[in-house]
């Protein structure tokens, strides 16, 4: 227990050491990105409940994390937008070739930069935190989405 208040107290200096830069990111409290930078909050305390890090562990890991997560949302992101493209009922069989040629890219990129992680976050956790984290964030994502979908709708503005 005194370790986990430990990197608590750790992480909570770590992200306030960040907060500027977050701040640019995603917008400030109550601007578009705001929520993002809240969802990515929750994600980091929730991971945080689920992992039991050392000190070393946690200066190691969070910001090579934070990576990650960023370069696989833009990953994501960059196959969102193919997606949406190639649903134009005008493209050309040679321009739909294209796009499954760039989405076969994508997700190459997106499996070569877990491998690459993986990796990486071998040399700061050990076998059992990383499956510790990867459960975590299935659970994350699975009570994320059950919020969501137990929320009420949200009443239509009037104008």
């Known amino acids: 227990m005194f ?23 995603r917008g400030r409290v109550g601007q578009p990105g705001a929520r993002l930078g809240q969802l990515d909050n929750a994600k980091i305390a929730f991971i945080t ?28 992101r960059s196959a969102r ?22 989405d076969f890219a994508l997700r190459q990129q997106q499996l070569n930069l877990e491998k690459d992680y993986f ?11 990383l499956a510790q984290l990867y459960q975590a964030e299935r659970d994350f994502t699975k009570e994320v989405l059950k919020r ?8 239509p503005e009037q104008e």
């Open 148 to 155: 969501v979908a137990n929320r009420p709708a949200a009443a």
């Open 119 to 129: 990796e990486k976050a071998q040399k700061v956790l050990t076998l059992r935190q």
């Open 3 to 25: 370790r986990f208040l430990i990197a608590s107290i750790f992480l909570l200096g770590l992200l306030a050491a960040s907060q500027p830069a977050q701040a640019q990111l």
């Open 49 to 76: 409940s689920r992992l039991t890090l050392t000190q070393e562990q946690a200066q190691r890991f969070w910001p090579m994390y934070n990576e990650f997560v960023a370069k696989r949302r833009e990953l994501n």
């Open 81 to 102: 937008l193919l997606r949406r493209d190639a649903d134009n009922p005008s493209l050309s069989d040679a321009q739909l070739r294209d796009y499954f040629t760039q």
